[in-house]
């Protein structure tokens, strides 16, 4: 990601929001949640600091003076339903140390809320699951790739969906949800973010509802910056793994930008789009299974009879059922679990798409069996991400909600390439990454 002209944004700032304004401002910046207190704070905070709460950072002095704000109002002390809402139910801290002696400080008030909830232009990011950490690097992705193919997609998108995406994006000025890229697997990128995550990170935290750690480092050398940039460009392409609309939307508002400039030159900062990249081998996408309300009129004895025409059909008892690899699938019904099995001759293991267990599932079961013909409209069916566990299809069958659930043997990273080199489009509701990228750690202003 581009970085910023500091003395245009300290000179430019003071004048958008002036002393005798700013204060009432943050108090109803807070009272509407305080994300737009860290676009105005942050920002120009995060080109004066290298390590955030250490050696590198300027005291609230140094800023009150600079940017015209009232320390006090800066050092107000956050209330609870503040906190709350800025952070769930984590209490942050930040650490400094005293004659070798690490001490924790909570953060409580405005100034330093806004510097936790910091975004820089280039950092590595480690997202750590289940034990196995993928490391990726914030960056800025360019408009013209998406829009020339080079930025490869793998599903389809909605315009209204864009759209609502898109007003985010021109409201805000800037991406704050960051979009999840792969990439080919590269040797020098390697080398480049293992030297960085062998340093103490900026951030280190566990996000509250999922658990997941996240970790931040700062990328701020001018030689590796340069060989970041220059490795990426040497790529034939970039795969959107997650976040086909947020792409859509930054990139047509992008695009939209250029249109509006009469002086456009190609360079400005709407030209490029916040994306995390995190290389192929690293990724592990997760099963996206099925739940559906009904047989489609058949009874659970001839709903199975109706599978044994394209299925071998094993009876597996009450305890969970995995599926054990391609082509075999986990069936709910009735309180037991069941195999499927694909029988020869059902798929195309040549078709990149035919060979899908979600196209063989979507053809010779809910559609063939149970009448669903369009996963995205039809309202008989709903999907479970593979994060939530086995257990969750078998609690939705069994309230009564549902009356039979499907578990799909994730797809890999090679499949989702291949089909994304070809051109093709996977069918709806196939691919579930996490972690999910925590929206606002980051933010890339287009202006």
């Known amino acids: 990601m581009k970085e910023s002209n500091t003395q245009k944004e300290l000179s430019r700032v003071p004048r958008t929001l002036s002393e005798s304004s700013n204060t009432k401002v943050l108090e109803v910046l807070f009272d509407a949640g305080g994300t737009v207190m860290s676009d105005i704070i942050i920002y120009v905070a995060s080109s004066q600091m290298k390590d955030l709460f250490g050696d590198c950072w300027f005291s609230i002095n140094d800023f009150c003076e600079v940017m015209g704000y009232e320390r006090t109002k800066l050092q107000r002390k956050l209330t609870e339903k503040q906190l709350d809402f800025l952070f769930s139910n984590q209490r942050p801290v930040y650490i400094t140390e005293q004659n070798g002696q690490k001490i924790e400080h909570p953060i409580e008030n405005t100034f330093e809320a806004a510097l936790y ?40 998108t909605r315009r209204d ?35 960085y995550t062998a340093n103490k990170p900026v951030y280190d935290f566990i996000a509250p509802g999922d658990g997941f750690g996240h970790t931040f480092w700062i990328v701020d050398q001018d030689a590796d910056i340069a060989t970041i940039t220059a490795e990426f460009a040497k790529m034939p392409a970039l795969y959107i ?61 001839q709903f199975l009879a109706a599978l044994d025409k394209n299925f071998i059909v094993e009876e ?72 939530r566990g086995l257990g969750e299809l078998k609690k ?40 999910k990228l925590r929206s606002g750690l980051v933010i890339h202003k287009l202006d």
């Open 117 to 156: 909830r910091l975004g820089t232009s280039n950092l590595s990011v480690a997202y750590a699951m289940n034990g196995k950490t993928q490391y990726g690097l914030v960056v800025g992705a360019y408009v013209p790739d998406y829009m020339n193919g080079v930025i490869k997609k793998h599903e389809l």
């Open 161 to 195: 969906k864009e759209e609502d995406r898109m007003k985010h994006v021109r409201v805000n000025n800037a991406n704050i949800e960051p979009v999840f890229f792969a990439y080919p697997d590269n040797e020098k990128l390697d080398v480049i973010i293992k030297k």
């Open 316 to 387: 597996k008892g009450a305890d969970i059922y995995k599926p054990s690899g391609l082509h075999n699938f986990s069936l709910y019904l009735g309180g037991k679990w069941y195999s499927l099995t694909a029988k020869a001759g059902t798929y195309n293991d040549n078709d990149p798409i035919g060979v899908l267990d979600v196209t063989i599932s979507s053809n010779l079961i809910l559609d063939e069996v149970l009448g669903i013909k369009d996963l995205r409209s039809d309202k008989r069916i709903d999907f479970v991400g593979g994060i």
């Open 396 to 435: 939705r069958v069994d309230s009564g909600e549902m009356k039979v659930a499907l578990a799909l043997y994730p797809v890999s990273m090679k499949q989702l390439m291949d089909i994304a080199d070809t051109g093709n489009i996977m069918p709806p509701k196939t691919t579930w990454f996490e972690p």
């Open 241 to 301: 793994a997650d976040g086909h609309h947020r792409s859509a939307a930054a990139a047509l508002v992008g695009a939209e930008k250029a249109k509006q400039n009469p002086n456009h030159r190609g360079d400005e900062e709407y030209n490029y789009f916040m994306a995390v990249c995190f290389p192929a081998n690293q990724l592990t996408i997760i099963d996206y299974n099925r739940v559906v309300k009904d047989l489609n009129g058949l009874t659970p004895e």
